[in-house]
């Protein structure tokens, strides 16, 4: 918790091996840097320590000191003797100090983990076959690696109520609660909304709601995946699969530009939950119920699945003729992208309008910001408009300019990314008055009036890299396969391009096109692709600091105040 | 690799004029006719089958009727030839065996993968599935033999139970004691 960034180096000797770590580094974070694992419970590094669990128990010594004169007491081999404490003590509860010893793996220790886990199974009811936490139980693990293997309970068990609604998205499974706090912890110190508590006592402690409310946060699901037992379950991923079938992908959540990490659960081909992945310069450990809801759209029914031309399904090189055609035949084109192309796909679609050049709009998606992990604007990658040079300066909501150009004549052919114009103040006589090339992944209202539709992949589908709002350049990959016979958008896109410049076409990969990227743009110079670390990498984007975001204050983002000069203010 | 080389031996006079071999077999054939037949006259007779013989797996009830799998998919896991495919399901709340609170909305076993390894009854935590003795399938296409649930608690059947795990949970939360 506490920031340890300048903290001074202290040395700690951990099972007789020394090592550096900043003074007040928590002894089981300390001992996981040598690989050392300290089983614990309520312990974690993002909350509080209570330290109600006793599983991490470690024995714990201090270089001896003369109580007089303060000089080291040695020993007859010139060693520094250490006074190890009589009892053991909690590893959670216990921070770095200069001379720290620490054994973890002694007899005594491991006597205590053998009975504290005695202790904590005492009431479990033992279910894993239908638990949901099975595979990643940390229960089940500890219980393997430092349990005793059997059983000396014969008394009957607690029982408790196995289905209590804790809140729209959180069930309770009491029977299972290890009672570690971790959730109580999360509501009260990173949501904000202190709601959970126990009540009773001893074996018949419960976690519960305070009266009169419910565990309705937005970040509710991040205790589902802090808890370390099966108490807690997700209702919408409850009995849906077992985790050791689900493959796992690293992910960006496209909620909002704050770019959260995520990990995407599949299993051939079907997602069957979103889990936020540890970031700890974006998200730290945390995510939004809602950004966990967006696989779902995977399967809507208004997704786009088949390329159509007026409505009719057709095969995607007919289409690709289509579009060729209405090219050639529209003199004045206009571009809509959007902040929800990875910067790969915008580069691309730049491309795309170099070849009949015309007005390119961007689109601003304002949403309601939650000062956490929900930012002001609902695209992942609007700064990635910026950085490939699709928009000059930041997109507006409403686009009247180019209302008054379709009005005016002046355009005949749109071509659409993923936008509904309607949301953007045009009207269905505008769009009638021009011919629509639509690229998108669901039906909307813009769709409805599209000459040519051509079905684009969701962020699940394909892989790529968004831009967030600290200008962090990060990738995701692709999770599952997209609907058949559906191109990857780069590939979409370049398809587009090599016909209508009578090129032949070539698949795009992503190394390639960052190959360019890296080499045209002065933004990504240095950029390699599959060398973007896990945590993402920083741009340098100090040229794009002047554009009035729309972004306020969130987690590990502070926006940047714009100065404006006296002058201009006075004019 | 070397060659050995085998020595023949000549055939006796006996041998060159093949009638020891001929009687010797005759005596057999004859002893052979005042036996009692041991050739089975499958399929109208079927063989007396082992104890712990692995024909094909099925899914079994509890005395009461109940469904004994709870989905936990571990033999979907276990299962070499990835016969086995669990579409997992909650019970209703209303349910009479609600206090279980899982089971399989569907379960399917490919009869044509199968290879009755007997793994998928060892790994099961619920003693829900067994390889019975039913050894002998046909069907017309390959979809016919892809057991549906249905079709899989037809041919288990009801097995005692010894330990009435789920009742006893029943019970005691009917009766929990109380602080």
Known sequence: MSDLKNAPLVTITIDGQELQVPAGMNVIAAAALIGKEIPHYCYHPRLSIVG??????????????????????????GKPKIGWAPKPAIGCGTQAVNGLHVKTDTQLVKDCQKGVMEFLLVNHPLDCPICDQAGECTLQEFATDYGQGYSRFVEEKNVKP?????????????????????CIRFCKEIAGEDVLGFVD??????????PGKALTNNYSLNTVDICPVGALTSTDFRFKMRVWFLKKTDSICTESSVG?????????????????????????????????????????????????????????????????????????????????????????????????????????????????????????????????????????????????????????????????????????????????????????RTSEYADLVLPTLMAFEKSGSFINQQWRLQTFAQAVPGPTGLLPDICLMEHLRSHLVGEAYVAPTLTGIWGRLSHENALFKGVLFNKIPKTGQLLEAEAFAHHAFLEGKGLHYEPKVTIIPEAVQAS | MATKVLERKPLTWAEKTYLPQIVHGLKITWKAMFKKPITLQYPEEKPELPMGYRGIPTLVKDPNGREKCVSCQLCEFICPPKAIRITPGEIPADASTAHVEKAPKAFEI??????????????????????QNAFSLSGYSRQELVFQKDKLYELGGTLPDTHHKWDKKKAAAAHPHHH
């Open chain 1, 260 to 444: 959260v990490n995520t990990t995407v659960w599949s299993r051939e081909g079907q997602i069957y939950r979103i889990t936020p992945r540890e970031n700890g310069e974006v998200n730290d450990s945390w995510m939004a119920d809602s950004g966990r809801a967006l696989y779902e759209k995977v399967e809507a029914p208004e997704r786009l699945k088949c390329p159509k031309i007026n409505g009719n399904t057709v095969p995607l090189p007919e289409a690709i003729d289509r579009a060729c055609e209405l090219f050639d035949a529209a003199q004045k084109v206009a571009y809509v992208a959007s902040g929800h192309m990875s910067v790969e796909e915008q580069f691309l679609f730049k491309e795309l309008t170099h070849v009949q050049p015309g007005d390119i709009y961007g689109v601003m998606h304002v949403q309601e910001a939650d000062g956490f992990l929900i930012s002001a604007d609902s695209t992942p990658n609007m700064r990635g408009g910026l950085a490939v040079g699709l928009w000059e300066d930041l997109p507006q909501k409403q686009l009247s300019a180019l209302g008054d150009k379709i009005d005016n004549g002046a355009v005949t052919l749109l071509v659409v990314y993923n936008e509904d114009l309607f949301e953007t103040g045009l009207t269905e006589a505008q769009l009638r008055k021009v011919e629509i090339i639509y690229l998108g992944t669901h039906r909307n």
């Open chain 1, 162 to 182: 196995k289905r209590t609604q804790l809140g729209p998205r959180v069930m309770l499974d009491d029977e299972r609660c290890i009672l570690c706090a971790r």
């Open chain 1, 52 to 77: 109600n669990c006793r599983m991490c128990m470690v024995e714990l010594g201090m270089v001896m000191k003369d109580r007089a004169t303060g000089q080291v007491i040695l020993d007859e081999a």
């Open chain 1, 201 to 210: 006592r001893g074996s018949y402690s419960t976690l519960t709601c305070y």
């Open chain 2, 110 to 131: 490919n009869m044509l993968r199968c290879i009755y390894c007997g793994l998928c009854q060892e790994v099961c935590p619920e003693e829900a599935i067994f390889l």
